[in-house]
């Protein structure tokens, strides 16, 4: 499974916006990117994924770079809800199951 | 639909001893997951059932663990002869596997089984 490189831990001021990056050097052209959270005491969440173009939901926007090499997601206004682990994570298509590692952690200052 | 249930919550247990938890997944879901959690770490892939079949299971899972998903609906993970070790957080996901190239097959958990082996 290729893997993903994500700093252990961030930190942003309450609704201000925060780019979460992620680093996959070896990622494959069937690689999708996704993004998960995992709120204290509770189990992660989907938050958006993506192949190679830029995505946007109602939660946040997932930036592509353009060799598909690294990824960033960005909250547009964090807010203590927010302060989360956030898992970036790469799937084969083909491949049902979802590898995590370890997240960044974000903390959300009032 | 009140998404991925797990039951018990917590459960605090002898070295030793049997326990075993369930899982009920989102009704129309296909997929469903067993990962593994201990403080600090990321959820670690354990097992995957495909309606009844159980599809792939990881190396962590020794011969103490045991899953069944009889009739492709609930799923059931028990540990026989529990070690300090295998405390942790047990979670569940189910998705409806998709071999589309939108690339989704989005997990949806639950909230997790935690055990601590005394």
């Known amino acids: 499974d290729a893997k993903t490189t994500q700093p252990n831990s961030m930190e942003s001021n309450e609704e201000e916006p925060v780019h979460l990056p992620c680093n996959h050097s070896t990622i494959s052209g069937t690689d999708y990117i996704h993004w998960y959270r995992q709120l204290p005491s509770q189990g992660p969440e989907y938050v958006i994924h993506g192949l190679t173009s830029n995505v946007n939901n109602r939660m946040a926007s997932l930036a592509i770079a353009e060799d598909r090499k690294s990824s960033t997601l960005i909250l547009h206004r964090a807010t203590l809800r927010d302060a989360a682990v956030y898992y970036c994570?790469?799937?084969?298509?083909?491949?049902?199951?979802?590898?995590f590692g370890t997240g960044t952690r974000l903390k959300v200052l009032a | 639909d009140t998404g991925v249930s797990q039951n018990p919550r917590h459960k605090i247990t002898k070295r030793g001893q049997n326990v075993t938890f369930r899982c009920d997944p989102i009704?129309?879901?296909?997929?469903l997951y067993w990962y593994r959690q201990t403080l600090g770490q990321g959820p670690e892939f354990l097992t995957y059932?495909?309606?009844?079949?159980?599809?792939?299971k990881s190396r962590l899972l020794s011969d103490r663990f045991s899953a069944e998903r009889p009739k492709g609906s609930f799923s059931t993970l028990e540990i026989q002869r529990t070690e300090q070790g295998d405390s942790a957080m047990y979670l569940c996901a189910s998705s409806l596997g998709s071999r589309s190239l939108s690339g989704a097959n989005v997990l949806t958990f639950g909230a997790g089984s935690r055990l601590t082996v005394l």
């Open positions: 009704s129309e879901h296909n997929r």
């Open positions: 059932f495909q309606n009844e079949a159980q599809l792939e």
């Open positions: 994570i790469l799937r084969d298509v083909s491949q049902p199951k979802y590898i």
